[in-house]
């Protein structure tokens, strides 16, 4: 049991860095760049489980509230979570939350088939939160929001659903194995 939460705590800590490194990797397009971000995000979901996942995006955004620099283009503070994209941000916690919910209820004995439905629901949780926020604070109209927002970033998030679905099926079973479980993710059932 210990091996296990300890295992647990580093992975949540690990998934946390890699997404802090990975938001780093952006395209500045618009009021919302192109980041990597989101590829740790399905790769949290989809490695961890539903509620591992979910925390390890819950402390990249915790780092980055409190001044660690975390966010696409070394950004940080509330001021970001205030900011257009900060819905985004936001985002990312109930995407890794529904990509790992998903493969944990629907994607028994470690399948990884429907990988990429179970992530496009996690890309549609973050987007909508995301566009929704960023029409909020910005009184820009829900088409030009789509047009700056959403569809610019949707052959992107394809990529990264793809690039993820191939690392999870190729991690899962070293996770599985450091952890010495057969469950569908790090995170079911505990």
Not at 86 to 104: D, K, N, R, S, V
Not at 147 to 160: E, Q, R
Request: with cysteine; hydrophobic share 55%; aromatic share 10%.
């Amino acid at each position: 049991m210990q091996k296990t939460s300890t295992l647990k705590m580093i992975l949540c800590a690990m998934f946390a860095a890699i997404t802090a490194v990975l938001s780093q990797i952006v395209v500045p397009i618009g009021p919302v760049p192109i980041s990597l971000g989101t590829l740790a995000v399905f790769c949290a979901g989809s490695l961890l489980g539903s509620r591992l996942g979910a925390l390890s995006i819950a402390v990249w955004v915790a780092l980055g509230i409190i001044g660690v620099p975390v966010f696409a283009m070394f950004r940080a503070g509330v001021g970001t979570l205030a900011g257009p994209t900060g819905g985004y941000i936001a985002g990312y916690i109930p995407a890794a939350f529904i990509t790992g919910l998903l493969i944990e209820k629907f994607s028994k004995g470690g399948k990884t088939t429907l990988y990429p439905v179970f992530m496009l629901a996690g890309m549609a949780t973050y987007f909508i939160l995301g566009t929704s926020w960023f029409v909020i604070s910005t009184g820009t109209g829900i088409w030009e929001a789509l047009m700056v927002c959403v569809i610019p970033f949707l052959p992107g998030d394809f990529l990264k659903i793809a690039a993820a679905t191939v690392l999870a099926k190729r991690l899962r079973p070293i996770l599985h194995t450091m952890a010495g479980t057969k469950a569908a993710s790090i995170g079911d059932g505990s």
